[in-house]
Protein backbone atom coordinates (compact mmCIF):
# COMPACT_ATOMS: atom_id res chain seq x y z
CA UNK A 1 0.00 0.00 0.00
CA UNK A 2 1.14 3.30 -0.49
CA UNK A 3 0.21 6.54 1.27
CA UNK A 4 0.13 10.12 1.11
CA UNK A 5 -1.36 12.70 3.02
CA UNK A 6 -4.10 15.02 0.73
CA UNK A 7 -5.59 17.73 2.02
CA UNK A 8 -9.85 17.50 1.95
CA UNK A 9 -10.27 20.59 0.73
CA UNK A 10 -7.92 21.62 -2.10
CA UNK A 11 -6.62 17.91 -2.90
CA UNK A 12 -2.50 18.77 -2.51
CA UNK A 13 -0.96 15.92 -1.37
CA UNK A 14 1.95 15.45 1.17
CA UNK A 15 4.64 12.84 1.88
CA UNK A 16 2.95 11.08 4.95
CA UNK A 17 6.39 10.52 7.18
CA UNK A 18 6.73 14.33 7.13
CA UNK A 19 4.62 15.32 10.07
CA UNK A 20 1.67 18.07 9.16
CA UNK A 21 -1.43 18.51 10.68
CA UNK A 22 -3.55 21.29 8.13
CA UNK A 23 -2.32 22.05 4.68
CA UNK A 24 -1.23 25.27 3.51
CA UNK A 25 -4.50 26.62 2.57
CA UNK A 26 -5.91 25.62 5.96
CA UNK A 27 -7.40 22.37 4.98
CA UNK A 28 -8.11 18.86 7.09
CA UNK A 29 -5.73 16.56 6.36
CA UNK A 30 -6.74 12.66 4.85
CA UNK A 31 -4.32 9.60 4.61
CA UNK A 32 -5.08 8.10 1.22
CA UNK A 33 -4.01 4.80 0.69
CA UNK A 34 -3.61 3.29 -2.61
CA UNK A 35 -3.88 0.29 -3.78
CA UNK A 36 -0.32 -1.59 -5.22
CA UNK A 37 0.10 -4.14 -7.97
CA UNK A 38 1.92 -6.55 -4.84
CA UNK A 39 -0.76 -5.93 -3.03
CA UNK A 40 -4.02 -8.90 -3.27
CA UNK A 41 -7.04 -8.48 -0.67
CA UNK A 42 -8.75 -11.76 -1.89
CA UNK A 43 -8.21 -14.00 1.21
CA UNK A 44 -7.86 -10.42 3.33
CA UNK A 45 -10.72 -11.81 5.51
CA UNK A 46 -8.96 -15.05 6.31
CA UNK A 47 -5.67 -13.60 6.99
CA UNK A 48 -7.05 -11.13 9.18
CA UNK A 49 -9.28 -14.04 10.94
CA UNK A 50 -5.77 -16.39 10.87
CA UNK A 51 -3.81 -13.52 13.16
CA UNK A 52 -5.96 -14.20 16.04
CA UNK A 53 -4.58 -17.68 16.39
CA UNK A 54 -1.08 -16.17 17.40
CA UNK A 55 0.24 -15.06 20.22
CA UNK A 56 2.16 -12.24 19.16
CA UNK A 57 1.38 -9.17 20.90
CA UNK A 58 0.89 -7.30 17.22
CA UNK A 59 -1.25 -10.18 15.94
CA UNK A 60 -3.55 -10.34 18.71
CA UNK A 61 -4.28 -6.43 18.78
CA UNK A 62 -8.25 -6.07 17.89
CA UNK A 63 -5.83 -2.29 15.57
CA UNK A 64 -2.75 -4.59 14.44
CA UNK A 65 -4.29 -7.30 13.20
CA UNK A 66 -5.73 -5.03 10.16
CA UNK A 67 -2.44 -3.57 9.39
CA UNK A 68 -2.93 -4.02 5.72
CA UNK A 69 -5.52 -0.84 6.43
CA UNK A 70 -3.82 0.47 9.43
CA UNK A 71 -0.10 1.22 8.55
CA UNK A 72 2.74 -0.35 7.53
CA UNK A 73 5.73 -0.46 10.60
CA UNK A 74 7.89 -3.11 11.17
CA UNK A 75 6.64 -5.07 14.18
CA UNK A 76 9.72 -3.45 16.43
CA UNK A 77 8.48 0.20 15.51
CA UNK A 78 4.93 -0.64 17.08
CA UNK A 79 3.83 0.42 20.57
CA UNK A 80 1.43 -1.90 21.61
CA UNK A 81 -0.67 -2.85 24.96
CA UNK A 82 -2.16 -4.68 22.96
CA UNK A 83 -5.31 -2.72 22.48
CA UNK A 84 -8.94 -3.38 20.49
CA UNK A 85 -9.73 -6.39 21.98
CA UNK A 86 -13.34 -5.91 22.71
CA UNK A 87 -16.71 -7.53 22.91
CA UNK A 88 -19.51 -6.94 20.91
CA UNK A 89 -22.63 -7.43 22.57
CA UNK A 90 -26.10 -8.56 21.75
CA UNK A 91 -28.72 -6.74 23.77
CA UNK A 92 -31.84 -7.85 25.30
CA UNK A 93 -34.58 -7.68 23.08
CA UNK A 94 -36.46 -4.88 24.99
CA UNK A 95 -34.15 -2.54 25.08
CA UNK A 96 -34.66 -1.49 21.16
CA UNK A 97 -37.77 -2.93 18.98
CA UNK A 98 -35.90 -4.17 15.99
CA UNK A 99 -34.24 -7.32 14.25
CA UNK A 100 -31.19 -7.41 16.15
CA UNK A 101 -29.10 -4.97 18.57
CA UNK A 102 -25.46 -5.08 19.43
CA UNK A 103 -23.33 -3.25 21.44
CA UNK A 104 -19.62 -2.61 20.53
CA UNK A 105 -18.03 -1.96 23.69
CA UNK A 106 -14.32 0.20 23.00
CA UNK A 107 -14.84 0.53 26.65
CA UNK A 108 -13.16 -2.55 27.23
CA UNK A 109 -9.30 -1.27 25.93
CA UNK A 110 -6.57 -1.06 27.96
CA UNK A 111 -7.41 2.57 29.21
CA UNK A 112 -11.42 2.34 29.08
CA UNK A 113 -11.80 4.11 25.79
CA UNK A 114 -11.35 3.70 22.06
CA UNK A 115 -8.92 6.39 21.82
CA UNK A 116 -6.33 3.53 22.71
CA UNK A 117 -7.27 2.55 19.02
CA UNK A 118 -6.09 5.86 17.75
CA UNK A 119 -2.65 6.02 20.39
CA UNK A 120 -1.09 2.92 19.35
CA UNK A 121 -0.55 4.34 15.72
CA UNK A 122 -0.15 7.64 16.70
CA UNK A 123 2.84 6.76 19.49
CA UNK A 124 4.28 4.77 16.69
CA UNK A 125 4.42 7.22 14.82
CA UNK A 126 5.66 9.54 16.98
CA UNK A 127 8.71 6.92 18.22
CA UNK A 128 9.19 6.82 14.48
CA UNK A 129 9.60 10.30 13.39
CA UNK A 130 12.06 10.31 16.69
CA UNK A 131 9.68 12.59 19.04
CA UNK A 132 10.79 12.73 22.65
CA UNK A 133 7.28 14.65 23.63
CA UNK A 134 4.30 14.40 22.58
CA UNK A 135 1.05 16.51 23.50
CA UNK A 136 -2.87 16.60 23.08
CA UNK A 137 -5.79 18.90 24.37
CA UNK A 138 -8.25 16.48 25.57
CA UNK A 139 -11.96 16.12 27.65
CA UNK A 140 -10.49 13.31 29.23
CA UNK A 141 -9.64 9.79 27.64
CA UNK A 142 -7.63 10.68 25.10
CA UNK A 143 -5.06 12.32 27.99
CA UNK A 144 -5.76 8.92 29.86
CA UNK A 145 -4.11 6.88 26.85
CA UNK A 146 -1.70 9.92 25.38
CA UNK A 147 -0.42 9.20 29.27
CA UNK A 148 -0.41 4.97 28.88
CA UNK A 149 1.00 5.00 25.57
CA UNK A 150 3.68 7.61 26.12
CA UNK A 151 4.60 5.96 29.22
CA UNK A 152 5.18 2.32 27.56
CA UNK A 153 6.63 3.70 24.63
CA UNK A 154 9.65 6.01 27.17
CA UNK A 155 8.26 9.79 26.13
CA UNK A 156 7.22 12.72 28.01
CA UNK A 157 3.66 13.59 27.76
CA UNK A 158 1.97 16.79 28.35
CA UNK A 159 -1.78 17.09 28.66
CA UNK A 160 -4.13 20.59 28.54
CA UNK A 161 -7.18 19.82 29.89
CA UNK A 162 -9.72 22.65 30.36
CA UNK A 163 -10.24 23.64 34.14
CA UNK A 164 -12.64 21.78 36.37
CA UNK A 165 -14.88 20.38 33.23
CA UNK A 166 -13.22 16.34 33.30
CA UNK A 167 -14.57 12.93 34.71
CA UNK A 168 -12.60 12.04 37.66
CA UNK A 169 -11.49 8.85 36.21
CA UNK A 170 -9.71 10.30 33.69
CA UNK A 171 -8.06 12.42 35.53
CA UNK A 172 -6.87 10.18 38.12
CA UNK A 173 -5.57 7.91 34.80
CA UNK A 174 -3.26 11.09 33.45
CA UNK A 175 -1.56 11.67 36.73
CA UNK A 176 -1.08 8.00 37.66
CA UNK A 177 0.55 6.75 34.32
CA UNK A 178 2.86 10.55 34.92
CA UNK A 179 1.67 12.92 31.91
CA UNK A 180 2.26 16.55 33.14
CA UNK A 181 -1.10 17.79 33.82
CA UNK A 182 -1.81 20.99 33.17
CA UNK A 183 -5.52 23.01 33.55
CA UNK A 184 -5.94 26.11 31.47
CA UNK A 185 -8.69 28.20 32.57
CA UNK A 186 -11.41 27.25 29.49
CA UNK A 187 -13.24 25.21 28.21
CA UNK A 188 -11.83 22.08 25.59
CA UNK A 189 -11.86 24.60 22.50
CA UNK A 190 -9.73 26.84 24.78
CA UNK A 191 -7.26 24.28 25.75
CA UNK A 192 -7.04 22.86 21.73
CA UNK A 193 -5.87 25.95 20.32
CA UNK A 194 -3.41 26.66 23.18
CA UNK A 195 -1.85 22.89 21.90
CA UNK A 196 -2.36 23.36 18.27
CA UNK A 197 0.41 26.51 18.54
CA UNK A 198 2.44 25.33 20.91
CA UNK A 199 3.14 22.59 18.58
CA UNK A 200 3.34 24.57 16.28
CA UNK A 201 6.40 25.90 17.46
CA UNK A 202 8.48 23.45 19.21
CA UNK A 203 9.33 19.53 18.25
CA UNK A 204 6.34 18.00 20.05
CA UNK A 205 3.82 15.28 18.19
CA UNK A 206 0.49 16.72 18.47
CA UNK A 207 -2.04 13.77 18.93
CA UNK A 208 -5.19 15.03 18.64
CA UNK A 209 -7.85 14.04 17.07
CA UNK A 210 -7.08 16.97 13.92
CA UNK A 211 -4.01 14.35 13.66
CA UNK A 212 -5.09 12.33 10.99
CA UNK A 213 -2.66 8.98 11.72
CA UNK A 214 -4.91 8.28 14.75
CA UNK A 215 -8.06 8.10 13.14
CA UNK A 216 -6.29 5.36 10.77
CA UNK A 217 -6.68 3.29 13.69
CA UNK A 218 -10.21 4.35 15.24
CA UNK A 219 -10.85 2.87 11.70
CA UNK A 220 -10.17 -0.47 13.23
CA UNK A 221 -13.59 -0.21 15.58
CA UNK A 222 -15.58 -0.85 12.14
CA UNK A 223 -13.56 -3.15 10.38
CA UNK A 224 -13.58 -5.49 13.48
CA UNK A 225 -17.46 -4.79 13.95
CA UNK A 226 -17.98 -6.44 10.86
CA UNK A 227 -15.65 -9.10 11.13
CA UNK A 228 -17.49 -9.98 14.47
CA UNK A 229 -20.77 -9.81 12.53
CA UNK A 230 -19.40 -12.05 10.05
CA UNK A 231 -19.58 -9.86 7.74
CA UNK A 232 -23.07 -9.60 7.23
CA UNK A 233 -23.62 -5.73 7.00
CA UNK A 234 -26.00 -3.97 9.54
CA UNK A 235 -28.88 -1.64 8.64
CA UNK A 236 -27.46 0.67 10.94
CA UNK A 237 -23.86 2.00 13.12
CA UNK A 238 -25.20 4.57 15.79
CA UNK A 239 -21.87 6.20 17.56
CA UNK A 240 -22.06 9.37 19.28
CA UNK A 241 -20.13 12.59 17.99
CA UNK A 242 -18.11 15.14 19.65
CA UNK A 243 -14.74 16.08 17.45
CA UNK A 244 -16.23 13.58 15.10
CA UNK A 245 -13.08 11.46 14.53
CA UNK A 246 -14.83 8.31 14.73
CA UNK A 247 -17.78 9.51 12.31
CA UNK A 248 -14.53 10.43 9.81
CA UNK A 249 -12.59 7.22 10.61
CA UNK A 250 -16.04 5.55 10.29
CA UNK A 251 -17.02 6.93 6.82
CA UNK A 252 -13.18 6.28 5.34
CA UNK A 253 -13.28 2.90 6.62
CA UNK A 254 -15.84 1.81 4.98
CA UNK A 255 -15.09 3.98 1.76
CA UNK A 256 -11.88 1.49 1.87
CA UNK A 257 -12.98 -1.73 2.59
CA UNK A 258 -16.01 -1.19 -0.77
CA UNK A 259 -13.25 0.07 -2.67
CA UNK A 260 -10.99 -2.96 -2.55
CA UNK A 261 -13.91 -5.31 -2.50
CA UNK A 262 -13.99 -6.06 0.72
CA UNK A 263 -17.68 -5.31 1.71
CA UNK A 264 -20.12 -5.01 -0.71
CA UNK A 265 -22.35 -2.45 1.00
CA UNK A 266 -22.24 -0.18 3.74
CA UNK A 267 -24.31 0.62 7.15
CA UNK A 268 -25.69 3.76 7.52
CA UNK A 269 -23.90 5.91 9.98
CA UNK A 270 -26.59 8.17 12.86
CA UNK A 271 -23.90 10.35 14.56
CA UNK A 272 -25.88 11.45 18.24
CA UNK A 273 -25.40 14.60 19.40
CA UNK A 274 -25.79 16.29 22.78
CA UNK A 275 -28.43 19.33 22.50
CA UNK A 276 -26.54 21.46 23.50
CA UNK A 277 -22.92 20.20 21.96
CA UNK A 278 -24.91 20.13 18.34
CA UNK A 279 -22.76 21.74 15.86
CA UNK A 280 -22.88 19.38 13.63
CA UNK A 281 -26.67 18.02 14.05
CA UNK A 282 -27.33 22.10 13.47
CA UNK A 283 -25.11 21.87 10.35
CA UNK A 284 -26.97 18.60 9.51
CA UNK A 285 -30.11 20.08 9.90
CA UNK A 286 -29.59 22.76 7.22
CA UNK A 287 -27.66 20.58 4.65
CA UNK A 288 -24.44 21.20 5.41
CA UNK A 289 -25.25 24.63 3.93
CA UNK A 290 -23.16 26.58 6.71
CA UNK A 291 -21.59 25.41 10.08
CA UNK A 292 -21.81 27.51 13.45
CA UNK A 293 -19.64 26.66 16.57
CA UNK A 294 -21.63 26.60 19.59
CA UNK A 295 -20.67 27.20 23.10
CA UNK A 296 -21.29 23.24 24.35
CA UNK A 297 -22.30 22.01 27.40
CA UNK A 298 -23.43 18.64 28.37
CA UNK A 299 -22.88 16.01 31.43
CA UNK A 300 -21.91 13.83 28.84
CA UNK A 301 -17.95 15.21 29.30
CA UNK A 302 -16.29 13.48 25.88
CA UNK A 303 -18.56 14.99 23.47
CA UNK A 304 -18.47 18.42 25.05
CA UNK A 305 -17.16 19.99 22.18
CA UNK A 306 -18.36 22.95 20.32
CA UNK A 307 -16.19 23.01 17.69
CA UNK A 308 -15.13 20.07 16.10
CA UNK A 309 -11.84 19.89 14.46
CA UNK A 310 -13.05 17.17 12.10
CA UNK A 311 -16.04 18.69 10.88
CA UNK A 312 -15.72 18.48 7.17
CA UNK A 313 -14.12 15.14 7.42
CA UNK A 314 -17.50 14.09 9.42
CA UNK A 315 -19.60 15.47 6.31
CA UNK A 316 -18.17 13.52 3.74
CA UNK A 317 -19.06 10.19 5.82
CA UNK A 318 -22.72 11.03 6.58
CA UNK A 319 -22.79 11.89 2.23
CA UNK A 320 -21.21 8.33 1.72
CA UNK A 321 -23.21 6.43 4.11
CA UNK A 322 -26.05 7.81 3.57
CA UNK A 323 -26.33 8.81 7.00
CA UNK A 324 -28.36 10.95 9.48
CA UNK A 325 -27.38 13.36 12.58
CA UNK A 326 -29.52 13.43 16.10
CA UNK A 327 -29.59 14.99 19.11
CA UNK A 328 -31.10 14.05 22.26
CA UNK A 329 -30.54 15.23 26.03
CA UNK A 330 -29.30 15.11 29.09
CA UNK A 331 -32.16 13.15 30.57
CA UNK A 332 -31.97 11.07 27.35
CA UNK A 333 -28.67 10.54 27.30
CA UNK A 334 -28.84 9.21 31.79
CA UNK A 335 -31.76 7.27 31.24
CA UNK A 336 -30.21 5.41 28.14
CA UNK A 337 -27.37 4.75 30.01
CA UNK A 338 -29.30 3.65 33.32
CA UNK A 339 -30.59 0.89 30.82
CA UNK A 340 -27.37 0.15 29.49
CA UNK A 341 -25.95 -0.29 32.92
CA UNK A 342 -28.52 -2.29 34.10
CA UNK A 343 -28.35 -5.01 31.34
CA UNK A 344 -24.71 -5.48 32.84
CA UNK A 345 -23.32 -3.75 29.49
CA UNK A 346 -22.14 -0.55 31.64
CA UNK A 347 -20.72 2.96 29.79
CA UNK A 348 -19.92 6.21 30.53
CA UNK A 349 -22.28 9.13 29.83
CA UNK A 350 -21.11 10.13 26.65
CA UNK A 351 -21.35 6.17 24.87
CA UNK A 352 -25.32 6.31 26.27
CA UNK A 353 -26.22 9.00 23.72
CA UNK A 354 -25.74 6.36 20.83
CA UNK A 355 -28.41 4.31 22.31
CA UNK A 356 -30.68 7.78 23.23
CA UNK A 357 -30.74 8.62 20.50
CA UNK A 358 -31.38 4.98 18.65
CA UNK A 359 -34.78 4.74 20.55
CA UNK A 360 -35.18 8.47 19.33
CA UNK A 361 -34.60 7.54 15.90
CA UNK A 362 -36.53 4.15 16.45
CA UNK A 363 -39.44 6.33 17.57
CA UNK A 364 -39.54 8.46 14.76
CA UNK A 365 -39.27 5.29 12.70
CA UNK A 366 -36.14 6.66 10.74
CA UNK A 367 -34.82 3.19 12.35
CA UNK A 368 -37.30 0.56 11.21
CA UNK A 369 -38.68 -2.85 13.29
CA UNK A 370 -36.75 -4.68 10.80
CA UNK A 371 -33.53 -3.28 11.22
CA UNK A 372 -29.79 -4.86 12.39
CA UNK A 373 -28.58 -1.85 14.62
CA UNK A 374 -25.16 -1.65 16.21
CA UNK A 375 -24.40 1.40 18.75
CA UNK A 376 -21.02 2.21 19.57
CA UNK A 377 -20.11 2.47 23.78
CA UNK A 378 -17.15 4.63 23.75
CA UNK A 379 -15.88 4.55 27.08
CA UNK A 380 -15.92 2.33 30.27
CA UNK A 381 -18.71 2.66 33.32
CA UNK A 382 -15.84 3.35 35.74
CA UNK A 383 -14.81 6.54 33.98
CA UNK A 384 -16.68 9.04 35.20
CA UNK A 385 -18.56 7.97 38.52
CA UNK A 386 -19.77 11.39 39.49
CA UNK A 387 -22.12 11.05 36.64
CA UNK A 388 -23.44 7.34 37.75
CA UNK A 389 -23.50 8.41 41.31
CA UNK A 390 -25.09 11.83 41.01
CA UNK A 391 -28.15 9.93 39.01
CA UNK A 392 -28.61 7.29 41.45
CA UNK A 393 -28.60 9.36 44.38
CA UNK A 394 -31.33 11.73 42.78
CA UNK A 395 -28.88 14.76 42.70
CA UNK A 396 -29.23 15.63 38.89
CA UNK A 397 -33.20 17.58 38.00
CA UNK A 398 -34.28 14.41 36.23
CA UNK A 399 -34.01 10.23 37.30
CA UNK A 400 -36.13 7.43 36.66
CA UNK A 401 -37.88 4.08 37.44
CA UNK A 402 -34.21 2.42 37.39
CA UNK A 403 -32.40 5.16 39.97
CA UNK A 404 -30.77 2.71 42.61
CA UNK A 405 -29.87 4.97 45.30
CA UNK A 406 -28.50 3.01 49.03
CA UNK A 407 -30.63 2.55 51.56
CA UNK A 408 -29.41 3.45 55.56
CA UNK A 409 -30.30 0.26 57.67
CA UNK A 410 -29.72 -0.60 61.29
CA UNK A 411 -27.43 -3.13 62.87
CA UNK A 412 -30.02 -5.31 64.07
CA UNK A 413 -30.59 -9.00 63.25
CA UNK A 414 -34.55 -8.38 62.83
CA UNK A 415 -33.91 -5.46 60.74
CA UNK A 416 -31.53 -7.11 57.99
CA UNK A 417 -33.73 -10.25 58.04
CA UNK A 418 -37.41 -8.24 57.77
CA UNK A 419 -34.90 -6.20 54.38
CA UNK A 420 -33.97 -9.41 53.13
CA UNK A 421 -37.20 -11.07 52.90
CA UNK A 422 -38.53 -7.77 51.43
CA UNK A 423 -35.70 -8.11 48.82
CA UNK A 424 -36.29 -11.86 48.10
CA UNK A 425 -40.35 -10.98 48.22
CA UNK A 426 -41.26 -13.46 50.89
C1 LIG B 1 -13.54 10.93 22.51
C2 LIG B 1 -14.81 10.36 22.94
C3 LIG B 1 -16.01 10.58 22.25
C4 LIG B 1 -16.10 11.49 21.07
O1 LIG B 1 -15.62 10.88 19.91
P1 LIG B 1 -15.30 11.73 18.59
O2 LIG B 1 -14.61 10.76 17.73
O3 LIG B 1 -14.44 12.87 19.00
O4 LIG B 1 -16.59 12.20 18.03
C5 LIG B 1 -17.16 9.96 22.68
N1 LIG B 1 -17.15 9.17 23.77
C6 LIG B 1 -16.02 8.94 24.48
C7 LIG B 1 -16.09 8.09 25.69
C8 LIG B 1 -14.83 9.52 24.09
O5 LIG B 1 -13.74 9.30 24.81
ZN1 LIG C 1 -5.39 22.38 0.80
Redesign the pocket.
Known sequence: MKRVLKCVRCGKEYPINVPRYLCDCGGLLDVKIVKEDSDDFSHIKETWKKRRCSNKPVDESGVWRFRELVYDFDESEIVTFPEGKTNLYELPKNILDVKALFAKHEGENPTG?F?DRGMTIGISFAKKLGYKMVICASTG??SASLAAYAAKAGLKAVVFIPDGKIAFGKLSQALAYGAKTLQIKGDFDDAMNAVREIASKHKIYLLN?LNPIRLEGQKTIMIHTLEQLNWEIPDWFVL????????TAFGKALYELKKFGIIEKVPRLAVIQAENANPFYSAYKNGFEKFEPVKAETIAT??RIGNPVNYEKAKRSIEFTNGVVEEVSDEEIMNAKAVLDRSGTGC?P??AASLAGAIKLRKKGVIKKNDKVVILL??NILKDPGATTDYHLGKLHYGGSLQNAPEKIENSKEKIEEKIKEILGE
Open positions: SKNTSPGGNLGNTAIEASTG
